[in-house]
C-alpha cells in the first residue's frame, strides 16, 4: 500500500508571494492533518481535516489555510509569504479523525521564502 | 497546556549498547503517545503507538513503555545499529480541545561503528 505522498517535494518562493502544497494520504484514510517543522519552533500542528471538513485549527494566521477534497486528497495555502514561513512541512493521514488512530507521515514539502 | 520534554537532546553511542530515550509530559490526559524516527531531512518514520491504557509495546529491537500517571515514557533500543543513527520524536495526543499530536524537540542518536 503506498505510504502518504506529498508534492512538491522542494518550493523556492519569495516574500508576498503565495504557495499551494498537496498531500495524497493513504488510501481508505480519511483524515490529514498538517504540521510545520522549524529548528526553533519544532513541530506544530496546523491543522486537521477529516471528510472534508476542518476539525480542528492550531495557531497560525489567517495566511495559513487549508482544504480536503472528497478523495481525501488536501491542499494547503499560505498566502502573503513571509521570511518566517520558510519550514518543513509535513502532512499526516489517519484512518479515523484524531483519538485513537495511529498517523502516517510524508517525506514533507521544503519551503523556502526568499 | 500540554508539554512534552526529551532528554537528552543528543546522544551518541558505540553499536551494540544497548540504550534508553526519555519522554515526559505534563498532562496525563491523552488518548495515546508515538514514537517517530525522523532522519535528516526527511519525514517522520512511526515506529510505536501506545494507547493510554496500555503499558508497552514492542516492534523487534524497540520497546516502548508508558506510565500515563507520572507522564513518563522510555523507547528501549537493543543492540544499537549505525543505522539506528537519527532523531528520534516523542508526541502525544492529547483530549480534548484540537486532539492535536504535541511533540517534543527529539533527541538525536549517533551509533558510531
Not at chain 1, 24 to 39: K, N
Not at chain 1, 63 to 86: A, I, P
Not at chain 1, 92 to 112: D, I
Not at chain 2, 87 to 112: D, I
Request: charged share 15%; with cysteine; hydrophobic share 30%.
Amino acid at each position: 500500500k503506498a505510504g502518504v505522498t506529498q508534492t512538491p517535494r522542494y518550493l523556492i518562493k519569495t516574500r508576498g508571494q503565495q504557495v499551494t502544497l498537496s498531500c495524497s494520504p493513504i488510501s481508505g484514510h480519511r483524515s490529514v492533518s498538517w504540521y510545520q517543522q522549524t529548528p526553533g519552533q519544532g513541530l506544530q500542528f496546523l491543522f486537521e481535516y477529516f471528510s472534508e471538513t476542518q476539525r480542528n485549527k492550531g495557531n497560525f494566521p489567517g495566511r495559513f489555510s487549508g482544504r480536503q477534497f472528497s478523495n481525501s486528497r488536501s491542499e494547503m495555502n499560505v498566502s502573503t509569504l513571509e521570511l518566517g514561513d520558510s519550514a518543513l512541512y509535513l502532512c499526516a493521514s489517519s484512518l479515523k479523525a484524531a483519538g485513537l488512530a495511529e498517523q502516517f507521515f510524508g517525506p514533507g514539502t521544503r519551503l523556502t521564502v526568499l | 497546556k500540554q508539554e512534552v520534554t526529551q532528554i537528552p537532546a543528543a546522544l551518541s553511542v558505540p553499536e551494540g549498547e544497548n540504550l534508553v530515550l526519555n519522554c515526559s509530559f505534563t498532562d496525563s490526559a491523552i488518548y495515546n503517545l508515538q514514537w517517530f524516527r525522523q532522519d535528516p531531512g526527511k519525514g517522520l518514520t512511526s515506529l510505536l503507538l501506545i494507547q493510554s491504557s496500555q503499558r508497552e509495546q514492542t516492534s523487534g529491537r524497540l520497546n516502548a513503555s508508558l506510565d500515563k500517571s507520572s507522564g513518563r515514557s522510555t523507547l528501549y533500543i537493543a543492540a544499537s545499529q549505525p543505522g539506528d543513527s537519527a532523531t528520534y520524536l516523542c508526541a502525544v495526543r492529547a483530549q480534548g480541545g484540537s486532539e492535536k499530536l504535541v511533540f517534543g524537540k527529539g533527541t538525536k542518536l549517533t551509533v558510531n561503528p
